[in-house]
């Protein structure tokens, strides 16, 4: 079976600028996290989506945000971008929620300048 | 702040020899997950361990979760150069996956 695309994989935008990221998870799968991985903080959870509900969200400012359509697909939005967004933003796909084996896609690489 | 830490944060070893990366959490743990990251990739699930003393083993692979579940191991007997990358162990609570500080791995042939 496919697995977890995102797109675009590469991204350079301006400060103050805003992104979308998009993610389509693994056909069946209806959780979608989303992590940001950079080298000084590591692998960080942002949020998860379940049947287009957030079910959970980790200590990011309000302007990140996500949502989830019906089909699964998922998106995530930063607006008014700082430096400090520049990173590998990575979503993983699952049948159910964390408890579950997460499957990566290959993420987007945000730089911001 | 990261409430799961593992150590080393590097290790450096030469082919055949062995490597253990280690995992500590300040908290109960529900189960714990294992990924892989090579370089320029992304997290591949390599386990998941639930009971209490569990080991389980994936051909070199060999993990264990600690009798109180809050520490769990990975060992990797005789290295090989795909071994290469870097090494999480993952907590989940509830709906949300908090990753270890990483363990990277390089091997010399």
């Known amino acids: 079976k496919a697995g977890v695309t995102q797109t675009p994989r590469y991204l350079i935008k301006t400060r103050g600028q805003q992104v979308t990221l998009s993610c389509s998870p693994i056909?069946?799968?209806?959780?979608v996290s989303w992590y940001q991985q950079t080298p000084g903080q590591g692998l960080q959870f942002l949020f998860e989506?379940?049947?287009?509900?957030?079910?959970n969200k980790g200590n990011f400012p309000g302007r990140f945000s996500g949502r989830q359509f019906s089909n699964s697909r998922s998106e995530m939005n930063v607006s008014t971008l700082e430096l400090g967004d520049s990173a590998l933003y990575l979503c993983?796909?699952?049948?159910?929620?964390?408890?579950?084996?997460?499957?990566f896609g290959p993420g987007t690489r945000l730089t911001v300048t | 702040g990261q409430q799961v830490m593992q150590i080393p944060q590097y290790q450096h070893v030469q082919e055949g020899e062995d490597f253990t990366t280690y995992c500590n959490s300040s908290?109960?743990?529900?189960?714990i997950q294992w990924y892989k990251q090579r370089p320029g990739g992304h997290p591949v699930f390599l386990i998941q361990?639930?009971?209490?003393?569990e080991v389980k083993k994936q051909k070199r692979l060999t993990f264990q979760f600690g009798e109180a579940k809050k520490n769990s191991s990975l060992h990797i007997t005789a290295t090989q150069t795909t071994d290469v990358g870097t090494y999480f162990c993952?907590?989940?609570?509830?709906?949300?996956?908090?990753f270890g500080t990483g363990t990277r791995l390089a091997v010399r042939p």
């Open positions: 993983a796909s699952s049948l159910a929620g964390a408890s579950y084996e997460q499957y």
């Open positions: 056909s069946g799968h209806r959780s």
């Open positions: 989506y379940f049947s287009e509900t957030q079910r």
């Open positions: 908290t109960t743990l529900s189960n």
């Open positions: 361990l639930v009971k209490s003393g």
């Open positions: 993952v907590k989940s609570s509830g709906d949300k996956l908090t």
